[in-house]
């Protein structure tokens, strides 16, 4: 009879309190019958010589469950008679709500797999992490200097038109994020590994341990660039699962976000002698409506891969999407967001 009532007095107040409220009523209703419950519990055991009614204990869970449900916010639904999806071009990826974590979408999403320059946006979040301010000068060393594929000056792998970086300049952080971000230059995300971590390995270290916190079970990184280095290609690995989820948590970092959105810079050395042009890989900038941001990677082992962030016409609802291996990475962004903003609506 209680359970009755109570039910009753929480159907009827729930249709007419917002989201937060009806969090509060269920949570309260859920503390009442757990105390009534384990009074009954106690009652029954006594009569029954101390022995617990089965299962009574169990009532509560459904109540605690609805109140948690509660609290998330907005959660991506999918409209009734929405098409399936198919990225049949891209080895692995995924679709995940920002906010939520949930997933709209995935195909081989926690394959394990390289993803090249994918990792410079680890790379980032921790430099925002670990460097209070952004002006603070890094030095770049000859390492750095005479890396592999992209680079400042270089804007594809053995193109070079522009002025490269030098072994003993110093220039800042934040310009350095520009590079390593916009062009994704290896060099530049050398420089910020090396100085946080003194060495490559020691700053692969630091992303693995921050990995584990972070819960990226399926991820070894190797470099802070993402180049893999002969011989140990097998040890560096990701999947679009464990990217999606670096690219939520980057989030947290607006300024990241705000310098994926620049299309073009100049970038100088403390000293001013020396101006570095950088110019965007994102082909979606200016073009595609709501972009908060993208990152490319290639390596041949990798193939072509690409994330992406958006969001929602109201602006209101972030959705990150991730192709690893993909030769379409471009085409096949801009159809997993066409989908996930016609497919889904948020409640």
């Known amino acids: 009879m209680r359970f009755i009532v109570i039910l009753a007095i929480v159907f009827t107040a729930y249709y007419s309190l917002f989201d937060e409220q009806r969090a509060v009523l269920f949570a309260v209703a859920g503390d009442t019958w757990s105390r009534w419950t384990e009074e009954e519990v106690s009652s029954s055991a006594s009569e029954k010589g101390g022995a617990a009614v089965l299962g009574v204990e169990q009532i509560v869970e459904p109540v605690v469950a609805e109140s948690r449900g509660m609290a998330t916010g907005f959660l991506p639904e999918m409209k009734e008679y929405s098409p399936n999806?198919?990225?049949?071009?891209?080895?692995?990826?995924?679709?995940?709500?920002?906010?939520?974590?949930?997933?709209?979408?995935?195909?081989?999403?926690?394959?394990?797999?390289?993803?090249?320059?994918?990792t410079k946006l680890f790379t980032a979040t921790i430099v925002m992490e670990r460097i209070t301010d952004l002006d603070e000068l890094v030095t770049i060393d000859e390492e750095a200097v005479y890396a592999e594929g992209t680079r400042v000056g270089c804007p594809r792998s053995g193109f070079c038109n522009g002025v490269r970086l030098k072994p003993g300049e110093k220039i800042s952080a934040r310009n350095l994020l520009k590079a390593a971000l916009m062009n994704s230059a290896n060099d530049a995300a050398i420089a910020l590994g090396k100085h946080i971590g003194k060495t490559q390995d020691g700053f692969a270290k630091i992303m693995n341990e921050r990995g584990k916190e972070l819960g990226l079970v399926n991820s070894h990184f190797c470099t802070p660039s993402g180049l893999e280095p002969d011989g140990r290609e097998h040890e560096c690995y990701s999947t679009a699962n464990d990217v999606a989820k670096i690219a939520v948590h980057a989030l947290q970092f607006p300024e990241i976000w705000e310098i994926m959105r620049l299309e073009k810079q100049f970038i100088t050395d403390v000293s001013g002698t020396y101006t570095h042009e950088i110019f965007n890989t994102d082909q979606l900038l200016g073009q595609f409506p709501n972009l908060l941001g993208t990152k490319t990677g290639f390596t041949p082992l990798a193939?072509?891969?690409?994330?992406?962030?958006?969001?929602?016409?109201?602006?209101?609802?972030?959705v990150v999407a991730v192709v690893?291996?993909?030769?379409?990475?471009w085409q096949s962004i801009q159809s997993m967001f066409d989908w996930s903003f016609q497919a889904f609506d948020w409640k």
Do not use: C, F, P, W
């Open 85 to 118: 999806l198919a990225i049949v071009t891209a080895h692995a990826s995924i679709i995940m709500d920002a906010e939520s974590g949930k997933v709209l979408y995935a195909r081989n999403a926690d394959q394990r797999r390289q993803i090249a320059s994918l």
């Open 303 to 318: 193939g072509y891969s690409l994330l992406a962030v958006a969001t929602d016409h109201s602006a209101n609802h972030k």
């Open 324 to 329: 690893l291996d993909d030769q379409s990475r």
